[in-house]
């Protein structure tokens, strides 16, 4: 048995898992030892819980900072001094690592070597929340770890297989050359649901299937047959749906405006994008899908509405790439439990044959649709770590 560590570092969040590997590659040929979520991070609300092979919560705690904020940066050596102290650290024979932007050249995971750190650090300003914290603990674990094989793998990979009519944007051809396209993100956990998604139905063929990924980032996929053919998110991480503090699409009108009309400098209309907008900027209480929802406050239902509203827009204009809709599969934190945000998405798409059982909405059970209903609807929970297990142990064990 060997062991994989995995880092899988979002916008708020870090999660990890020490999955064990006997070496069969199916996904359900890793067992998890350990898996940990720090959450909250850049506020002042961070929080670790890590949970045993069982499932067993063995640490849950407040995470205090040394300044004002607890960050990636915290987190992170929390989690070295975490994995040193285990009994078996030194079976971990492979790391593998969430990496959002793979660019135009990184395609598939790719071992991780110090020209290719280099490479993927030129596109933090294309995933400025996730990229550098992506890549800094790969450079951590060069040091601590010299002799353990480290593989990245990218959130955009799943969507290569997109039709260049798809990736483009209506922009002088030299650009498009150049690489500004849609790459789309949130690829891992598309791939893993699109694995997953034939046990639940019972056949190969799943068909035309949106998937929505509603995490503190958010995005919707169109999938056909298991490959993606359209995405909500396009060059950055920041089109699409509105997301936890992220506009989501915006006339890029706007930026024009605050740049040249509000004399706002660059870095700060990206702080304004990324950071003041989305759930947070809507409703001025939030950027947590619970707070929203328990909130008295006119504005934080407004924002709830106005994120349903832009989901179930972006689900017809999949829908129209996909021509019909057979399957909407919900994930990640808000899609696999906020069965208010559920139940409001799929009443805004029942024109397209969604009808969902609302008992089964609200138990949070697999299959919410109704058995008549012409589209299935499903909650299936997204595993990232597992997925990028998966890919690690593929590239180099
Ligand atoms: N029980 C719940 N009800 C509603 N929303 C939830 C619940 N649990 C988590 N969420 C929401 O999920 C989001 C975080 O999702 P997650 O996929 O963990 O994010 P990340 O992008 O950091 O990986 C937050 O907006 C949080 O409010
Ligand atoms: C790409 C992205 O938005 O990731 P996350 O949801 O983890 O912030
Ligand atoms: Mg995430």
Do not use: K
């Given at each position: 048995m060997r062991d994989i560590l995995v880092i899988n570092s979002g916008s708020s969040s870090l999660k990890f898992a020490l999955l064990g590997w006997g070496g069969d590659l199916s996904l359900d040929g890793f067992s998890v030892h350990y898996q940990g979520h720090f959450s909250g991070l850049g506020g002042r609300q961070a929080r670790l819980s890590i949970r045993d092979g069982q499932g067993a919560v063995i640490r849950d705690d407040h995470l205090i900072a040394d300044v004002d904020q607890y960050d990636h940066a915290a987190a992170l050596s929390e989690l070295l001094n975490w994995m040193d102290a285990l009994p078996d650290a030194g079976r971990i024979s492979a790391i593998g690592h969430r990496i959002v932007h793979g660019g135009r050249h990184y395609r598939e995971p790719v071992r991780l070597d110090e020209g290719v750190l280099k490479d993927l650090e030129t596109l933090i300003p294309l995933a400025p929340l996730h990229q550098p914290h992506g890549l800094a603990p790969v450079r951590s674990l060069f040091t601590l770890r010299p002799d353990v094989p480290q593989v990245a793998c990218f959130d955009t990979s799943f969507h290569t297989t997109q039709a260049p009519v798809a990736q483009a944007f209506a922009l002088p051809r030299h650009l498009t050359e150049a690489g500004l396209i849609r790459y789309g993100f949130h690829g891992l956990s598309y791939d893993y649901i699109s694995r997953r998604l034939p046990d639940h139905l019972g056949t190969l063929e799943t068909g035309r299937v949106v998937?929505?990924?509603?995490?503190?980032?958010?995005?919707?996929?169109?999938?056909?047959?298991?490959?993606?053919?359209?995405?909500?998110?396009?060059?950055?991480?920041?089109?699409?749906?509105?997301?936890?503090?992220?506009?989501?699409?915006?006339?890029?009108?706007?930026?024009?405006?605050?740049?040249?009309?509000?004399?706002?400098?660059?870095?700060?209309?990206?702080?304004?994008?990324?950071?003041?907008?989305?759930?947070?900027?809507?409703?001025?209480?939030?950027?947590?899908?619970?707070?929203?929802?328990?909130?008295?406050?006119?504005?934080?239902?407004?924002?709830?509405?106005?994120?349903?509203?832009?989901?179930?827009?972006?689900?017809?204009?999949?829908?129209?790439a996909l021509e019909g809709l057979d399957h909407l599969v919900f994930t990640a934190g808000i899609g696999e439990h906020a069965a208010p945000v559920r139940a409001m998405v799929c009443q805004g798409c029942e024109w397209l044959g969604v009808r969902i059982d609302e008992a089964r909405n609200e138990c949070g059970e697999i299959r919410i649709s109704m058995d008549d209903s012409p589209v299935g609807v499903w909650v299936i929970p997204t595993d990232e770590e597992r997925m990028i297990a998966w890919h690690a142990a593929r590239c180099c064990l």
């Open positions: 998937a929505a990924h509603l995490g503190n980032g958010a995005s919707l996929c169109a999938i056909r047959d298991g490959a993606s053919v359209a995405s909500t998110m396009g060059f950055t991480a920041l089109d699409g749906l509105p997301m936890g503090t992220r506009c989501g699409t915006i006339d890029p009108g706007v930026v024009l405006h605050l740049l040249t009309h509000e004399n706002m400098s660059p870095a700060q209309v990206s702080d304004l994008l990324y950071r003041q907008s989305g759930l947070l900027g809507v409703s001025g209480v939030s950027a947590d899908m619970r707070d929203l929802i328990q909130s008295p406050v006119p504005a934080a239902r407004e924002a709830v509405e106005l994120f349903s509203y832009r989901i179930i827009r972006e689900i017809g204009s999949l829908a129209a």
